[in-house]
């Protein structure tokens, strides 16, 4: 079975998901977009529920990694590297930060060869996307910002009195209050605030909701093929002058497909989906490829290497009257979440009627909370409780942008997401797991996040199969500069926490008890450098923010095409020359926007709005440029 089509868009996530809907406004345009992945569930809307799509075979491509240095505390020594698998893919798994990165990390892009990336040029794209609702809560750059984009930008309603004592506590440090998505994200001193969110109305703005859901999926011209894991790029051409001509791709009931492209095929698949399709189509270092038994097509050797992430350390404080109480977010999650055998209240709802006044009681709160949010929008679920940060430069070198980010998370959490997602025995971590993570418990978790990371991976093929994920080697650590700045963001994260407000008496940092009899370390005393590396050895995790896989300059050219395939392109967080210096997801969105003019331009496809890119004079007489 095969089809035809102008565009083939392999991945509907943070970056796929906007390249068809963009090149989908041109009704004569004919777009396939293919995902492995499903619809988004139901909870996938609730922010505070994004731990529930992580190591969900149905929404979490369930991809582990070898961590290098780090990962001694880890089971198994793996990384747990979640990546999205539905539409909207990573969009719809994480922890809906909306940053961009600083100015200085899109200049070092363009200084570095990649042409028409500098800050100046990418910031009409991310401006394209967004539609920030204004917030007196945050401090704004206008001029940088626009409120008419379709991707939500908001701050959590209501603000967490333990988000806001964060900022004030960064400020008294010595970090100030400021736009960290504004043009200058305040020099070397850095910038503290609120996060903004890619939320509207208390609801996960991913790229499915904003850009794919609704009228754009009932385009006639755009094709959405869901549960199609594509297998490899079908090439046309003797070497030197191949040619990407359509795909080819598994559905679930084991039949294999294709698809055919008259135009381009655009690799959407992000930073460990991408490289592994351009391997198993034949694209990548030879020596690789043959070993896995695949024709080499093309000797690209940086595919799959320059494999860049963040890693943090999370440091975790008794907090009374700051820290929310995991059954407090129960309750928020509405009656569903509380019914046994995990909860107080029947499983069956028939049985409802027989509950003592105690549970009715429960009953009735959990339906207020959940009934507020889902009409207004507010509520303890309206976030995923990583509310708040901070960045700066640590002084340690990178000084075209922070090298630094800290966040605050307002929860403990449970057993469940410290054994299931982070791959920690709690019994090993805590003193006392009952009780640090007892339901009532008010804990809170500062993360100290190095966002200049220095030390190289890469995605390497295990086999031949499609099926099989690929070899992940994250190699944290690999570069003895990075646990110098994790050190030294460590000590500036313990100061903001000294300098938290005065009305508020946060516990001691809890230190494991295996590593405080190591160290010799006695509670409340100031951590030793040894300690801060090796509880950095034992507990880093990631951010979730792989990038630089097929990168600008290496393995694409800065118009995103592939070297050495003509009619293929890579447009996502694999790009990146570098990794941006905070959450990822944004910049992400802004490849996809500007990938989508490109496209367009050279093609003569008609969109609603050039913001930036000239096109062709078949497309110049419908469009906006700006």
Known sequence: M?????????????????IAARLSEDPSCRVALL???????????????????????QTDWMYTADAGKCGLGLKGARMMMPRGKMLGGSSGINYMAYVRGHP???????????SGWSYRDVLPYFKKSEGLSPSDDISIDAPAHNTAGPLGVSVRAPVLAGAREFVDAAVAAGIPRGDYNGRDRGGPGGVASLFQTSTRSGKRSSTFHAFIEGDTEKRSNLTIITGAQVTRVLLDGATGHLAATGVEYRVGSGETRTAFATKEVILSGGAIGSPHLLMLSGIGPRAELEAAGITCRVDSPHVGKHLKDHLHVGLFFPAPGVGIPVNELGVSFGPSALR???????????????????????????ERRITEWATTGHGLISSSLYDAAAWYSTGLGDNHSHDAQIAFFACGYNDDLWQRCLCVDVNQYFDDAS????????????????VQPHSEGEIVLASANPADHPTIRMNYYGDPHDMKVMVAVLRRALDIVDHWPAHRKIGPLLIPPFLASKHGHIEGAMPSDALLEDLALHYSF???????????????????????????????????PNVVSGNTNAASIMIGEKAAEMLAADHSVKLSEFVAEHPSVGAAADVNPA
């Open 2 to 18: 095969s089809d035809t089509f102008d565009f083939i868009v392999v991945g509907a996530g943070s970056a796929g998901a906007v």
């Open 35 to 57: 995902e492995a992945g499903g619809r988004p569930p139901v909870e996938e809307l609730i922010p505070a529920a994004c731990s529930a799509m992580q190591q969900n075979p």
């Open 104 to 114: 200085g990390d899109f200049d070092a892009w363009a200084e570095g060869g990649a």
């Open 340 to 366: 046994a055998p995990a909860g107080p209240l029947p499983a069956n709802p028939d049985d409802d009627a027989q509950m003592p006044p105690e549970l009715q009681g429960l009953k009735q709160e959990a």
């Open 435 to 450: 009780k640090r993570l007892a339901g009532e418990a008010q804990s809170m978790i500062v993360l100290a996040n190095p």
């Open 542 to 576: 990631t951010v979730y923010h792989v990038t630089s896989t097929c990168r600008i300059g290496s393995v694409v050219d800065p118009r995103l095409k592939v070297m050495g395939v003509e009619r293929l392109r890579v447009a996502d967080a694999s790009v990146m």
